[in-house]
């Protein structure tokens, strides 16, 4: 019997890591031919209504009257609205409104940009999934978003249609504007969605050298506060958004605390599961440990709001109920009202790089599309409610 020939750990795992590179961009070449760019697919008029909050037949009122932008039309005569239409027609009905922000709800004068950390230190919390759908459904309703990838990992940013090793190979990401050695402006890496209203910053395996750079700044007496790097970055692009919604890393580091100290919102992922529970409990430990520290230092810990928001819920699921009543009954309503429902839709979609906002519903059975569908925008228009409330509205 021979005897297995040793290999070398780093060489596989580098030679794994370039096979899944490789296809990975091959299979982005293939979904998004010619140039490999995502768009948003179009809105049906009673998706598009919904979405402003009118009815279908003042939709089509508006495009007989020739008001607004025109639909494309299908053979069958249904219009076929863009989510670039869908903005112009929140500009145009913001006009007639009967209160300003009905249809453009974001900040006014003295409103204060609303900074969203979506956090959780367990992976498969749907974390990414979270900040996803966030950034894109208030992106939707009129909002002005930014959406930060503070994840090496980096899946949101491939949800977007930029993979990191192919598209990022000098840089781009929030390294470049926290570094510590000659830091650009933040506006420089960020970049345009397919979406209107959603920007995004991207991130990359490069936001780990944060991590080794913070310690030595410190011993070295040149990091000053540290934590306050993300803030002041994101001070420079202030006038320009209503909401920011940020991926942080699952893991508690110097970025994730940076991201803490930037947030006025801070969005807690749990998973209802019994070993999700406990890992949360240390997680919450060793969070208010640091912010204590980072509050010792002279920074201000007080947030606008900070809630839990059940992830992968399954209501057939017996011990996930007594978990949730468990939670609700101890956090009250720090818990979101509405849970995101575990969906088949949502990771079929994530399959192709794509939200449940971007595929067709014609591509799913139509009851898991609008039970998945139902359960996000629940979700999604509770944390909208939230950012008004924090305005007085």
Known sequence: MSRTTPEDLNAVIRQHSEW????????????????????????????????????DSYLRKLHLDGKGPSPDTTPGN????????????????????????????????????????????????????????????????GYRVLAI?????????????????????DGGTLYDAIRYDNPVPIANVIRKTYIPNLDLVPGNLELMEFEHDT???????????????????????????????????????????SALSAATGVLVTIHPEMLDVMSMSQFLRMTADLMDVIADSGAD??????????????????PQNRITAFLRTMYGDKVLNAPMLKSTAISDAGLTKQTLYEVERSAFTRTTYDRALESLNAVNDEISQLIQQTWGR
């Not at 031919?33 to 809105?43: L, N």
């Not at 409103?111 to 979506?118: A, E, K």
């Not at 990838?149 to 190979?169: I, K, N, W, Y």
């Open 20 to 55: 899944l590179a490789a296809q990975l961009h091959a299979q982005r070449e293939n979904l998004f031919p010619p140039d490999a760019s995502k768009t948003m697919r179009k809105f049906t008029s009673g998706e598009a209504a919904a979405l402003l909050g009118v009815n």
């Open 78 to 141: 249904r219009r076929l609205y863009s989510a670039e239409d869908i903005h112009a027609l929140r500009v145009l009905l913001e006009k007639t409104a009967r209160k300003p922000g009905d249809y453009l709800p974001g900040r006014r004068a003295g409103d204060h940009l609303q900074i969203i950390g979506v956090m959780n230190f367990k992976g498969g919390s749907g974390k990414t999934t979270t900040s996803a759908h966030l950034a894109q459904r208030l992106a939707l309703m």
């Open 149 to 169: 990838d503070l994840d090496p990992q980096a899946s949101l940013t491939a949800l977007h249609g930029v993979q990191p090793e192919f598209d990022l190979p």
């Open 215 to 257: 310690p030595r700044a410190l011993s070295q007496g040149n990091a000053g506060l540290f934590f306050f790097r993300v803030k002041e970055a994101l001070a420079q692009v202030d006038e320009n958004y209503d909401v920011v919604v940020i991926d942080c890393p699952p893991q508690l580091g110097f970025l994730t605390m």
């Open 301 to 318: 810990m007080s947030h606008d709001w900070m809630r839990y928001l059940l992830t992968r819920v399954e209501p057939t699921d017996a």
